[in-house]
């Protein structure tokens, strides 16, 4: 069964930092990029940052660039997403997602894991 679980999801205040993690199970992690998306009440679904296992490339949405740091750990079948410098607008549903490759558009990932709330005060 594949599974992708999201968390480390909280609210914390502008300008702090949260890390979340994606738990990936059920199919060939190795093989896959594994992309972190958001959405806001009221919006469209945003990638914000994709890392491709097989080839190690790094890909971020601009709204997140250079706050937002994605990583892997193979061994553990995890991938990571360390935001810092959270503002508002960053308040969204998180998901994990995995495709063959790496883009940050949802329509090509295979598999989709539940989500984790991030809440940014101000």
């Known amino acids: 069964e594949v599974q992708l679980q999201a968390s480390g999801g909280g609210l914390v205040q502008a300008g702090g930092s949260l890390r979340l993690s994606c738990a990936a199970s059920?199919?060939?992690?190795?093989?896959?990029?594994i992309t972190w998306f958001r959405q806001a009440p009221g919006k469209q679904r945003e990638g914000v940052a994709c890392?491709?296992?097989?080839?190690?490339?790094?890909y971020y949405a601009d709204s997140v660039e250079g706050r937002f740091t994605i990583s892997n750990d193979k061994a553990k079948k995890m991938v990571y997403l360390q935001m810092d410098r959270l503002n508002p607008e960053d308040t969204a549903v998180y998901y994990c997602?995995?495709?063959?490759?790496?883009?940050?558009?949802?329509?090509?990932?295979?598999?989709w894991g539940k989500g984790t709330l991030v809440t940014v005060s101000s």
């Open positions: 997602a995995a495709g063959i490759f790496s883009t940050l558009m949802d329509y090509g990932m295979d598999y």
């Open positions: 059920g199919f060939s992690f190795d093989d896959y990029a």
């Open positions: 890392i491709n296992n097989l080839d190690g490339n790094i």
